[in-house]
């Protein structure tokens, strides 16, 4: 690894509105190495990063690029200083092809007005071969997975000669495999002498891919160090403080009598023949690699797409739900896994969203009530420690782990008895992952069902009182706690249909 410095951030400081989310932060990038930002959602990395990119300027500190000290007041500038910015939702042109997307804003690199579009294709393929990129210049974007888009946007980086690459969150929508083909990337980039900066909330990852780790905590610099002299616990206890072993626990609780049991139902093209039963205080976890068929499932039981054939009771009655006002009348509620496209309204303030579900209870003749609005909105706020300015704070701004808490507050106050949990701790860092955890438990202390849809392992194995691992839309497998195990769940996972067509829960 070269020891050299491209971009060093010295001493950077920055507030919005009097709080300050950055104090006295340095950070440095070297070419050949992939140097992880990592820290709980608030710790300042996106502010760091927006600093270097041009996004924001800092209050106090400076940025040198090449030893020189650089001001670099836009993306365009930084761009032309060789500094690029992959978002965690690629920024692409959805009807334009690869090569235009590649492109985009220098297509004209010459003095005259035409565009050489010859030049343009060929230069494309070439770069996309300079990294093993299967995909052809001249194809549409539109309906390319978000792996390929982010490989768009990394080429369009280095069209642009960019030698230092911010990476936000690239694996968070990636499918293990798609996550395997991101990191071969990466590393021919580092191979190219490229700079990568990685962040990233899943610690394993991390040390997987990165050369150096830096880690912030409430917007200060707590250390950095190479991966290799670091561990899951020493990164965690660097980012809040505390052991893993402290995060994720499963409270004893009393589990009841059946309330809903699913029998033999069947959506076309999703999953067939799913059965079990969910049982009054308890977790039960569902399991499965990207695309088993988990959330549809979930979906059919909220409503959302009605199985087409079998049947579904709760409290020993069939419950005839076709839509998502039939589940919520039978006490269900469903936390979906996509909370910024299907559980919030971003332009919307938290109070206006966790009140969606219960507009009766803030109305009164077709007229909001402020005060039950706030009374309602300030209890759960407090109740699920959500850490906010104010009420009327657009939900667009709150770290996805106070995003993920007002999304659980909404569906909470249509006081649910079961409760479906898609993905609750994806894309949020460790620390709102244990408060999540405790929400949980709690839940189910007070007799909530709760289904549980997770692809971390970690998490199924330590909440879930009985397990259920699906593959493409069947059940392959159903676990109690104590048989449950690592192996176990990713053999029934990869298990053979043939295999899977008998196990139920």
Request: glycine share 8%; aromatic share 4%.
């Amino acid at each position: 690894m070269n020891t050299d410095v491209i971009v060093a951030a010295q001493k950077i400081s920055k507030s919005f509105s009097g709080i300050q989310v950055l104090k006295d932060v340095d950070f440095d990038i070297r070419p050949g190495e992939v140097h992880a930002l990592i820290g709980e959602n608030g710790a300042g990395k996106s502010t760091l990063t927006k600093i270097i990119c041009g996004v924001y300027e800092s209050d106090k500190g400076r940025i040198l690029v090449n030893g020189k000290e650089k001001r670099i007041s836009s993306p365009l500038a930084a761009r032309n200083l060789g500094i690029a910015l992959i978002h965690q939702e690629p920024l692409i042109f959805q009807d334009l092809d690869v090569a235009k997307n590649i492109f985009a804003g220098h297509t004209r690199k010459g003095h005259g007005l035409a565009i050489d579009w010859k030049n343009i294709y060929r230069e494309s393929q070439e770069l996309l071969d300079s990294l093993g990129v299967n995909l052809d210049p001249k194809a549409k974007m539109k309906g390319m997975s978000i792996a390929d888009q982010q490989m768009v946007e990394i080429i369009s980086a280095l069209s642009q000669d960019a030698r230092v690459i911010i990476m936000d969150e690239p694996t968070a929508a990636l499918t293990p495999g798609e996550v395997r083909t991101l990191f071969a990337i990466i590393r021919r980039l580092v191979e190219q002498d490229k700079a990568i900066v990685f962040i990233s909330h899943r610690i394993d990852e991390v040390l997987d891919i990165s050369d150096r780790v830096t880690v912030l905590r409430d917007g200060e610099k707590v250390g950095t160090d190479f991966s290799q002299n670091l561990n899951q616990e020493r990164i965690i206890h660097m980012m809040i403080g505390r052991e893993i072993k402290e995060l994720i626990t499963k409270d004893t609780v009393q589990i009841e009598d059946v309330i809903m049991k699913v029998d033999n139902i069947s959506l076309a093209g999703d999953f067939k023949n799913i059965s079990f039963e969910l049982k009054k205080g308890e977790i039960l976890g569902f399991a499965g690699l990207v695309g088993a068929g988990r959330s549809e499932v979930s979906r059919a039981i909220f409503g959302i797409t009605p199985p087409d054939t079998g049947s579904i009771s709760i409290k020993g009655r069939n419950a005839n739900i076709r839509s998502p006002r039939d589940a919520i009348k039978h006490g269900v509620a469903y936390v979906p896994e996509d909370r910024q496209h299907q559980g919030l309204f971003l332009p919307f303030g938290i109070a206006k969203n966790m009140t969606l579900a219960i507009p009766e209870r803030i109305s009164a003749r077709g007229w909001i009530k402020p005060k039950a609005e706030k009374e309602i909105t300030d209890d759960y706020v407090a109740r699920l420690n959500i850490r906010i300015r104010s009420i009327r704070q657009l939900a667009a701004e709150l770290s996805g782990g106070n995003q993920q808490k007002v999304v659980l507050s909404k569906w909470l106050l249509t006081d649910p008895e079961i409760l479906l949990l898609d993905e609750p701790t994806r894309g949020i860092d460790v620390g709102a992952k244990g408060e999540v955890y405790k929400i949980i438990n709690k839940l189910a202390g007070e007799g909530i069902a709760i289904l549980l849809i997770s692809s971390e392992l970690p998490e199924i194995l330590t909440l879930s009182d009985r397990i259920v691992v699906m593959k493409e839309g069947r059940i392959t497998g159903h676990f109690t706690k104590s048989e449950a195990t690592e192996d176990k769940i990713m053999a029934a996972a990869a298990l053979s249909l043939n295999a899977g067509r008998t196990a139920s829960a």
